[in-house]
Structure formats: C-alpha cells, structure tokens
C-alpha cells in the first residue's frame, strides 16, 4: 500500500442504483469514508436519470477528491438494450471522473470478489461479510450495490500493495 | 416550423466518430450553422475518448447554444460489447446536453431517413443527397455520420413543421 494516505472510490454504475464506496488507505489499513447509492426517481425522464447520477457523482468526488475511481469490466449482459442502457451510465461515471483528472481503473468482477474473500465465484453475502470485516464495519454494508463498490476499491488498494498489475487504467 | 429561430443539434454518437450537424430554423427555411465529426485519436485511453467527445461537444453547445439535441433511437447493436461502448458515448452526450438545459430528443434511424428522403430505408447516399438539397448545401455533406446528425436536427425541425409528436423527448 502507498506510504501517503491514498483515497479510493468504487462505483458500480446502473441506471436504477449506481453504488459508490469511497475508502482510504493508510499504511497497512483501509478505512472507509462514505458508501451508498444513487437511486434516481424512476419516474423522471432517463436522461435526468443520468444527470442526477452525474450530479451526485460530481458531488462525492468534490467532496473526498479521490485519486483513483475503480470500476468493473464489463464482459456480458442480459442482452443489448440493457448494456446499452448500463454503458450509457458507466459513460457518465468515467466523465464525471475524468473531467477532475481522476485515473480511471478496471478489475474483472472475478478479480474484486477473490480479492476480497479469496474466492473470485464468492457469492454476494460473503462478498458483504469479507467488505463488513476488511473495513471494520459494525454492520453488513447494503445494499449489495454499495458492497460491490467498496469491494472494487478494495482491490484496487489491494492490488498497489502487492504491486500487481491487476487493475488496468482505461 | 416555429416562429422564433430555433437552433437545432443532431448527434450520431460513436467511440471513434461522433457525427454532429448544427441548424438554424427560421421561418420557413432551415440552414446550416456546422456539421462535421469528433474523433478522438484512437491511440488514447478509452477513457480519454470520451472526455474528448465530452469536451468538443460541450464546446459546440457553448458556441452555438441549441435548444434542443436530436439522437437516434438505439434499437440493435452487433453485439453486447460494442453496445456497451456506444452507450458509454451516448451517456456523455446526453449529460453535456442535460447539464445545459438542453432537451433530448430521440427519433428512430427509419423517421429520421424518412423525414428528409420520404424513404425509411434510404441508403446513405440518398440521405447525404436529401440532407445536401434541403440545406443548400455545395456538395455532399462528408462523412456520413455528420449527414446522419444532419438529418437528425432536420427530421426535428420537420416534426415541429407538422405539430407531430414524432419524436420523444427523452
């Protein structure tokens, strides 16, 4: 891990529930700073779906001013309206991330799970679990959505500590 | 048509080209205001793509502030990769619209052909002849994604013509 305090954030994009986790890493300890979703009305209008995503984003990253935004690759989808649907949010995040000169990095979702709990096929609760005890939480973090995000910046804290080339910048 | 000008943008967007054509509506007539592509170097991070397309076309609405921005339905895709990467460019056109207060519009590629050839199923040199005679243009508007805007903004300033409801607002 970096010898300066390093600010991490995860987010896990959707048009419905974009979860975030925000985390900083000292030394040899992960810390977190702020976890949740962004859950836009679903009775607005999808493209003021996407600008409350954008603003909210907007808002964290001003806020904790992280150096790096980690995010899943995405490799498959139900079918080609959803991933358009899910590219057009993950278009969102990684602007709104790199308008701040804020790097952005991508792990399998096979890479974050074994990163977390050893096991890259770890269901969802263990994924909870093994986020809840790496960040010292006093309760499960919810929803799974949050999780995820605080499991990707897990790994990427995870990955600088080992300095393996886990993440790739994209 | 309205009574007042009306600016209009269309906007084909794309990972390595973004086709856009700007109209001015007045009155009875329509003309061009620019037209032409975003392409971001294709040697630069994916991420770095798309704060270009977010960029220049932020640039374009600053200079030439439309009122509205016209983009075509996504129905298919050849397949759930390049999906993902059209929705990731359609994202960062829609929230540099959206943080402006600029309406987006969508129209299917059939209504838009439609609309300035009178044929859905026009080929591309048909719709880049249509779009060249109904904006007085001196050649061939080049390349076909800047036509393909082009006749976006058109098919929009035709349905307010006709008071129809052809497209949706999104």
Known sequence: MPDNPEIIIGVDPGTNVTGYGIIIVESSSCSVLDFGCIRPPAHLKITDRYLIIYNSLEHLLDIHK?????????????????AIKLGMAR??????????????????????????????????????????????????????????????????AHSQRFSQSLGVEI
Chains 1, 2 share one sequence.
């Open 66 to 82: 992280p150096r790096v935004l980690a995010i899943e690759t995405q490799f498959v989808h139900k079918n080609v309206q959803s």
């Open 91 to 156: 278009g969102v995040v990684i602007v709104a991330a790199k308008r701040r000169g804020i790097a952005v990095v991508e792990y399998s979702p096979t890479r974050a799970k074994r990163a977390v709990s050893g096991n890259g096929h770890a269901s969802k609760i263990q994924v909870q679990g093994m986020v809840q005890k790496l960040l010292n939480l006093e309760s499960l973090p919810e929803p799974e959505d949050a999780a995820d995000a605080l499991a990707l910046a897990l790994c990427h």
